[in-house]
């Protein structure tokens, strides 16, 4: 892994530099008190049953209870100082993350976007183990592992070499079988929860259209087939851990049992004390399972440090914007948008060749074209979420090249088909659009948006929860949620995908019909499949062969005559001649 791919979760970690040093102080502070008490009460054990005076016992006793109350006392430093070191851990990961993933939506993350921003916060889920679950045990382990192999030197150097063999076996031998047997298996078992996470997301978003179209059966048996899978994933995942487990158990039992033959012939061969006669084997049982958390520990760091390498790697990918050093200020503010020549390459495909077109006060046009003809591209290019290959964009009289990023998009909004829904309630995900929102305004912009249905099954309205790993909207209730917020910021220019992608004829005229009574003095582009989406349409476009023409109204896809020539008005910028 380079170290370039470190950064984040180092910086991180190396910010909480003084958190983590007190928690893995304080693990190896139990650690030294679990060992310590398993000595000092095994040779008070044995001590007080050859009934000596009690005042020979006193400091034993004494240390037995300073053990245990360091071992508790430990604990519980260990236990908050752990987590507090996490959590300041990860949420300075957290900030580096948004930062690094900001630029690159929606159009830096590939066709995938919403998948790979999902796999992103897993990622930030998963490395949060590292300190709590990975780095503590490992501490503790090891500081266990030396300091009751060096004590038992001191009894027996006969028991301190089977423990060491013991602690070998326990500690390096199992976990390396283990992290064999528990990544190859964990590897399956992420990618059969993510082919069924897959089908389910199907099944939620598209489930009405599956069964309407009959294919519901289908749908079953992919559900079953995935479900099988999973299961038999994970019990292929218990059988390896099960099966390491007992190697271990196994290796404690046969190492206590030959410590108990051991510690009884030295005590008859007079080279160690009688009293200590147990210590050998109450040391060798608080180490190795101490060193029995080893094992699992490791099994879950490569799946940490991949998580971390993955979110390292966020910070390597080019953004799909460059922004200016010195974005110019805008003069006046613009309500408009031209786009000039625009020409966009995808690995050498051309989507986009010389298209031109403008969208002022008052228009609203609608944007065809078969799948894939760039539809999409198009409105990102405008909505500045993509550079273009060639050609400008300009807001107003200013080109995007000269304007940064937030600058154009306080003024040209864009509503993708996979709004991105946050895991927190309704009320707070329309308020992303716009902060200082009433809940009449929130209320007025999900009815207009077409979310009246869905606010009478929330049964808290607009505080019910919505996002996050229950969510149950679907793929056009998430297209409408992203119109309501856009509906609440107003802007001069905006841009919709397949806005009424999901909504009956009726639902769907009343959504359009509120889209255009609010943009009325503003320029709106709908991207759409459906020439009844946009009756009054000021001009009808449609992408063939990644160019834009004008289209009547009647005409179907690919079969029509141009509506008159179109031609450019001297500045690159389509204009309309009628027959």
Known sequence: MSEITRVPLRAALVAERRAVRRALGAGALVSLATVALAATSAWLIVRAAERPSVLSLTVAMGLVQLFALGKAAGRYLERTETHRAALGAMARLRATTAAALEPLLPAGLGPSTPGVVDAVIGDVERVQDLLTAVAAPLVAAAVAGLVSAVALGVLSWLCAATLGVALVFVGLVAPTLAARLGWRDEEEARRVHAAL????????????????????TWLLARLRAADRELDQAHRRRAWSQGVV???????????????????????????????????PVLLAIAALDLASSVAPAVVSLRGDLLAATRLGDLANIAPPVSEPPAPHDLSTRPDAVIARDLSRAFADHLVLDHASVVVRPGDFVRLRGPSGSGKTTLALLLAHFLDPSGGEVLLGDDPYSRLSSPQVREYVGFVDDEPHVFATSLAANLRVARENATDDELLQACRAAGLGPLLLTLPEGLDSRIGGRSEQLSGGERRRLGLARELLAQRSVVILDEPTEGLDSESAAQVMATIRSTYRDRAV?????????????TLSLELRHGEIIAVRDEESLGDGEDLGAVVGDGNGVLEVRGE
Do not use: K
């Open 197 to 216: 996470t897959r089908v389910i997301d199907d099944a939620t978003r598209h489930g009405d259209e599956i069964v309407g179209v009959g294919d519901e």
């Open 525 to 537: 582009l709908v991207i759409t499949h459906r020439t009844t989406d946009v009756p009054d349409a």
């Open 245 to 279: 487990g007992a190697l271990t158990t196994f290796a404690s039992g046969v190492t206590v049992i030959i410590l108990s033959a051991e510690s009884i012939s030295a005590v008859r061969h007079g080279t160690m004390d009688r009293a200590a006669i147990a210590v």
